[in-house]
């Protein structure tokens, strides 16, 4: 049965922060704690390290109530922005940055990061926790459907944008997508990075009992909306989904990597 597509209202009444957590990254019931996280932390620390990206401020775009994707982002950026549509999510954000003793509990994956750094000693991961918390200096609203996704708040441009699991959310169809694309380039310095990773041909996903929609995105689409969007693809990953799908949960065939860069010259 086809999935009607869930508007940003229901997102504001429904999405509840805590059952996502729990669905998706508790450290003993989520499901993402395995394959999508191996795949995404894995491309995250390769890029910002080897893969050379790095500067001065990085906008991480529909963070949810997470932060597992800025673990490696810290060290290779000075200044994080981060944002979610929800005032739920941001709320949970700010949370874990006051280090409240009820906020979400990311210390495993931490642990992940740091082994993929070589050191994930407790006084190495504690670290590790304190320097995000210094880098992200502002968690902001955004919304992907505005031709400015941030309107209420004065952005810089970035060296690199980031965004996981986000834009198949608000967008309907790939056309929504392609145009949230470009809606963001005017946030990234020329040259700057784009970094999308997310799932591919999934049409829904539970929050708690909740069903919301996806967008059905494939590598062909994902090719034709960046350049569509005006960027140069410097890397495309996919890899398919090899495990027994929970579908109790979601029904994503697989996971995509892309990273891109808008373009320096000028005029483009
Ligand atoms: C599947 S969650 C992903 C959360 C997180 N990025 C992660 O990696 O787990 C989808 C996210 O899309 C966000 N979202 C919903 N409507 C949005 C909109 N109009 N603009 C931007 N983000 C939106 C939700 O608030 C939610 O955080």
Not at 17 to 23: C, E, I, L, Q, R
Not at 30 to 49: A, E, Y
Not at 218 to 226: G, H, I, P, Q
Request: charged content about 25%.
């Amino acid at each position: 049965m086809a999935t009607p597509y869930t508007p940003s209202q229901t997102y504001i009444d429904e999405f509840n922060s805590v059952d996502y957590f729990k669905t998706y990254y508790h450290p003993e019931e989520g499901t993402l704690t395995g394959d999508w996280l191996n795949f995404v932390l894995q491309n995250l620390h390769g890029t910002f390290t080897s893969g050379g990206v790095k500067g001065d401020i990085l906008i991480d775009f529909g963070a949810g109530p997470t932060i597992y994707h800025l673990l490696s982002a810290c060290e290779a950026f000075n200044n994080i922005i981060t944002s979610d549509f929800l005032e739920q999510n941001r709320a949970q954000l700010q949370k874990w940055l006051r280090n409240d003793s009820d906020a979400l509990d990311w210390t495993p994956i931490v642990k992940f990061v740091c082994e993929l750094e070589g050191n994930s000693d407790s006084e190495t991961c504690k670290k590790k926790e304190e320097k995000l918390r210094r880098t992200v200096t502002k968690v902001v609203k955004c919304d992907a459907l505005k031709k400015n996704p941030y309107e209420s708040v004065e952005m810089p441009q970035a060296d690199c944008l980031i965004s996981c699991l986000c834009l198949e959310a608000p967008c309907k169809d790939v056309e929504s997508f392609t145009n949230a694309l470009r809606n963001l380039k005017v946030f990234l310095k020329p040259g700057g990075h784009i970094i999308i990773q997310s799932v591919l041909n999934c049409t829904y996903y539970y929050v708690g009992q909740k069903r919301f929609s996806c967008l059905t995105i494939s590598k062909e689409d994902l090719e034709a909306a960046f350049k569509e969007a005006g960027y140069e693809i410097v890397k495309l990953k996919v890899v398919p989904y090899t495990q027994k799908p929970r579908i109790d949960i979601s029904d994503y065939k697989g996971f995509y990597f892309v990273h891109a860069r808008k373009p320096s010259a000028k005029g483009k």
